[in-house]
């Protein structure tokens, strides 16, 4: 059975407890959690409310930035991602997005080479409270928020490290026209940490307006029949923003993009 969420992210607008009865009432068996929503309910009270719901919490996004080369900066990311290893440890999440940046003016490898230890830092915290760390590529034109910008860079930086507890975020939107995409499917398989779905229209011209899943372009059969071909049975987080969210509406977006989701399946 496949294993899917609804992303707090495309509700921006909406409470952790709007959130959490619009998606059980639509039909998805899942809910990737935001940060900032879960600061301002309380985790405690989070995880009472999914479980009373009946969902489960795919993943909880994200771990904020990673300032690289602000030593304090960098200092006080971790205490943060540490402390929110415990939270998505307590809501029974699987994984933790982290996004390593903002680089500033560091170059790709001096970002990599302040990212690496970092890393290392937290991979015994995620191990111990068996929660993944999922590294999450972001388009190049998001500088502000990482160094790692496609899919395929993301898993040669993952594969630097021995530990199974360090994902990759697939991010359909970013990912879907790379080059090895299909073969790196197939071949690091084992590196994804959660699939985040979306849809995309070509000719749009900013990377962040997603739209409803069947109203866009990306051959999302394809690429779900790929992952399951492979043996991808983690989580499917619908994650959607932008402007034609927006002007839809919530209580329309939520229904008909699980409903969509439901349909690549058949």
Same mark, same amino acid.
């Given at each position: ?37 879960? *600061? =301002? ?8 409310? @999914? #479980?009373? $719901?009946?969902?489960? !919490? %795919?993943? +909880? ?58 890393? *290392? =830092? ?8 068996? @929660? #993944?760390? $999922?590294?999450?590529? !972001? %388009?190049? +034109? ?69 739209? @409803? ?54």
């Amino acid at each position: 059975m496949v294993r899917f969420s609804m992303s707090e992210i495309t509700t921006p607008g909406w409470s952790f407890e709007r959130d959490v009865e619009a998606f059980a009432a639509a039909g998805a068996p899942g809910i990737g959690v935001s940060v900032r929503k879960l *600061e =301002a309910v309380g985790v405690a009270r989070a995880a009472r409310l @999914v #479980r009373e $719901a009946g969902l489960t !919490v %795919s993943c +909880l996004t994200s771990s904020g930035l990673f300032p690289l080369g602000d030593p304090t900066g960098e200092r006080r990311a971790l205490e943060r991602s540490r402390a929110h290893l415990g939270a998505a440890a307590e809501l029974g999440a699987s994984c933790l997005f982290v996004l390593p940046g903002p680089p500033g003016a560091l170059s790709w490898e001096e970002a990599a080479g302040r990212a690496r230890p970092l890393v *290392e =830092a937290l991979l015994p915290e995620a191990e111990r409270t068996h @929660v #993944r760390l $999922a590294l999450e590529p !972001v %388009s190049q +034109l998001r500088m502000d928020l990482g160094f790692l910008h496609s899919f395929d860079e993301a898993l040669d930086f993952a594969d630097g490290f021995a530990s199974s507890w360090l994902g990759v975020v697939l991010e359909v939107n970013n990912a879907w026209i790379e080059r090895r995409l299909y073969e790196n499917i197939r071949r690091r398989t084992g590196r994804i940490a959660v699939v985040q779905v979306s849809d995309f229209k070509v000719g749009t011209m900013c990377a962040s307006e997603r739209v @409803v899943i069947g109203d866009g372009d990306i051959p999302l059969r394809r690429l779900c029949g790929a992952l399951a071909e492979a043996g991808y049975d983690g989580w499917y987080d619908i994650e959607l923003l932008g402007p034609a969210i927006e002007a839809e509406g919530y209580e329309a977006v939520v229904p008909r993009a699980i409903a969509r989701f439901r349909g690549l399946w058949t």
